[in-house]
C-alpha cells in the first residue's frame, strides 16, 4: 500500500457548489476503488493525501493530472505504508475559507485532525501546509 500527498493551485477559485460537486465525485470514486485520504481547499490551493494499493492510487493520479481545474501539481510524498491514517475516510474534505461547506458529507474540521488518536508523517506534512498557509 502507498501514500501519495500533493499540491495544486486551481485554475479559478472554486464556489462551495464546485467544491461540493468535486468532493462528492471523489468520494463516489474513491469508494469503488477502496481509495481514502484526506482533500483540503485553501484559498485556491489542493492538498491531498491518497492512500490504497499503489496500482489504484497511480490510476487516480494520473486521472488527476488531467484534470482541468487545476494546474501545477506537485508530490510532496510518496511512500510506502503499512496502515492508513485516513482508513475511515472515502476522503476527509476541509475548504477552509468557506464555512457553508461545512455542511458536506465527508468534511472535517482541521482542528479534528489535530486530535485524532494518531501521530504520521502524513498528518505532520499536513500541519504543516495548513501552518504555513493560513493568513
Given at each position: 500500500m502507498?501514500?501519495?500527498i ?7 477559485l472554486?464556489?462551495?457548489d ?13 469508494n ?5 485520504g ?17 496500482a489504484d ?10 484534470d482541468?481545474?487545476?494546474h501545477?501539481?506537485?508530490i ?6 503499512e ?30 485532525l ?7 508523517e ?10 504555513n498557509?493560513?493568513s
Open positions: 502507498i501514500r501519495l500533493y499540491v495544486s493551485s486551481a485554475n479559478k472554486l464556489s462551495p464546485e467544491l461540493a460537486d468535486l468532493l462528492n465525485i471523489s468520494v463516489k470514486n474513491n469503488l476503488s477502496h481509495i481514502t484526506l482533500l483540503i481547499y485553501l484559498d485556491g490551493n489542493f492538498m491531498q493525501v491518497l492512500e490504497g494499493e499503489e492510487v497511480d490510476f487516480f493520479y494520473k486521472k488527476i493530472l488531467r482541468s481545474r487545476h501545477d501539481v506537485i510532496i510524498d510518496r511512500s510506502t505504508i496502515h492508513r491514517d485516513f482508513e475511515s475516510w472515502s476522503m476527509g474534505f476541509k475548504a477552509l475559507a468557506n464555512d457553508e461547506i461545512a455542511q458536506i458529507t465527508g468534511y472535517s474540521s482541521i482542528s479534528s489535530k486530535s485524532l488518536a494518531m501521530h504520521s502524513a498528518l505532520d506534512i499536513l500541519l504543516q501546509f495548513l501552518k498557509n493560513r
